[in-house]
């Protein structure tokens, strides 16, 4: 198999992928917390994760990628209570739209999303265990993680337990052994959900709940852990600490941590105060979803990413280069042709393809990934330019080996996948008005055939007719 390098934010270098079992490959990816819509900070790392899982199962792995909802959470308690409905009502509606995003950015679903909820007998076994071997302690219903205890406490992060302290705002609670101490159990105060449990009615903290989930659905080793780099600290080093505690093992839990870089906007930082908080259905009101996830794409998925007009429209203005090369591989391809005039631009693009694949496996760089693609497209067009406007012999079998490659690189990107059922009403209308004239053509009504080319061209469409077919785009 290709060789597949990883920066690996454990050991703060690249290193090559060793699969735990060959072949196959585990993933754990920290999912939202269904409280309000998903904004665009929480789109980059499902964008990036839903690429680089493409790319493991075009490499032929087997992928199993597992994406949690924390479903029980202080800020989903909070708007249950600002809105009148239950927790659970509030989660529901929050992973329907979440859902809706998603499928909008064209981010397959993952194998299993278990929910906080449907993992609480893990939880509380994790924890019980967690008491059992001295890591945590129970103080008056609430259960604290000691992490004095676990000696590699700070390994992801890279920082020591004295730097936390200075660093952070810890606030004083006498119940704690150590300040950094964080809960494994919260019990239940009035108005909050709350399960029972051996030390009384409580609901779990948010670090272990990823724990427990990533061990009941991958096991006691897997080998990808991702998430934004937001949550290095304090949640990934606490999920190490707890898992690698309860079973006993350094070796255990992820082998590869892969963190995804901030969001900014016009290089400020995203927040609500500032007023330039977007959520990914407000981006959709204006570009389609494939524009936004070619655009998190076009930067590499460690460096920081810029959110701005201008560089959304670029992304899109490059996105209807690649479409319209689409469209052109689409059109030559229903014509037939035995000639060799395309065996150049065969190779050129599977050696595109080898380049896009070694971008890839360095470290999952979309970034130069996306630039083969380019350079095929462009092949494509030129080739299609030659055969339909200068007389050139078509080559159907070199021409489907590039078009191959083409399509190929666009399904690890997630492009070309808007689907006919997702068409706006307005372009099955067009749709059915080009249709409707082609019919009348056929019939010879010119007249009718000309009322209807006139009828798009006054709502801004136009109409193109080549040797395959009618096209229509807008003006
Ligand atoms: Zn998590």
Known sequence: MRTIQVYNTLTRKKEVFKPIEDGKVGIYVCGVTPYNDPHIGNARPFVTWDTIRRFFAKCGYEVHYIQNFTDVDDKIIRVSHEQGKTWKEVADHNIDVYFQSMDALNVRRADVYPRVSDTIPEIIEMVQGLV????????????????????GYGKLSGRSLDDMMAGARVEVDERKQNPM??????????GEPFWESPWGNGRPGWHIECSAMSLKYLGRTFDFHGGGSDLIFPHHENEIAQSQAFCGSEDCFAHYWVHNGFITIHEEKMSKSLGNFFTVADILKKYPGEVLRFFILQTHYRSPLDFSDERLKDAQAGLMRLENARRN??????????????????EAALSAKESFYTAMADDFNT????????????????????VVNQGTAFDKENFGKAKDAFYDMAEIIGIFEAKAEEKSDEDAEIDALVEERLAARKEKNWARADEIRDLLKARGIVLKDTAEGTRWERA
């Open 132 to 151: 059992d071997k001295g890591y945590a302690y129970v103080v008056d219903g609430d259960v604290f993680y000691s992490v004095e205890k676990f000696k």
């Open 181 to 190: 101490d964080f809960a494994v159990w919260k019990s239940a105060k009035p």
């Open 329 to 346: 591989a689409e059109e030559l391809s229903a014509k037939d042709g035995a000639a060799d005039t395309a065996k150049a631009l065969a």
């Open 367 to 386: 970034a130069l990934a996306v630039s083969y693609l380019f350079a095929v497209a462009k092949d494509i067009n030129v080739y299609y330019n030659e």
